[in-house]
């Protein structure tokens, strides 16, 4: 005798209008089109690297200070030990957001895509903020900068004062493997002197 099972599913008691059933599934545009507009605004948004928390705790995230060093030794000779060296910095959570209003009869009768316009509006409001605070940030109440916490870079005392051998000496500060994947970040300023 053979033993058979049989399972059925009724598909159609599955609500995008019911959040726990099908609606957690259901795409949401507007949220989505904040975020695309963020990404737009901002190159910074492609750069960072985003750790999600389970509930906003901070973070220890190891930072590497150095590498081990090799040597050449003779034959039959011990290498000696060298160690990379490592620290840690904490990373805190934050929240950023705005709040923008339009009523029902608005977004229904508009001819125009009201929603769309209030996304990109929320997105660049948002991105604007992050992208300051991830540039100068101090860490106190917001994250560390990425200015804030640059360490090596090649200064000069004001735009007048940056030379092409101070971009060159910057370019050639890092390592040759990290090099193919860096950019310069400066602002619009910069580039027109």
Known sequence: PALVAVLDFDLRTAKSSTATNAGNT??????????????????????????????????????????????????????????????????GAYKYGVIVEATQEIVDDSQLDILGILAQDAGESVADKVMADLLTGDGTGKPYGWITRATGAVNAANLAGVTTDNLIDLQHSILRPYRRNAVFMTSDTAIQA
């Open 26 to 91: 259901y795409a949401n545009t507007f949220v989505a089109q904040v975020i695309e507009a963020m990404r737009v605004r901002s190159d910074f948004f492609s750069k960072a690297r985003i750790l999600t928390t389970g509930s906003g705790e901070t973070l220890e995230y190891p930072v590497k200070n150095g590498r081990p060093t090799a040597a050449q030794v003779a034959e039959n000779t011990a290498y000696g030990k060298s160690d990379g060296s490592w620290s840690k910095t904490n990373i």
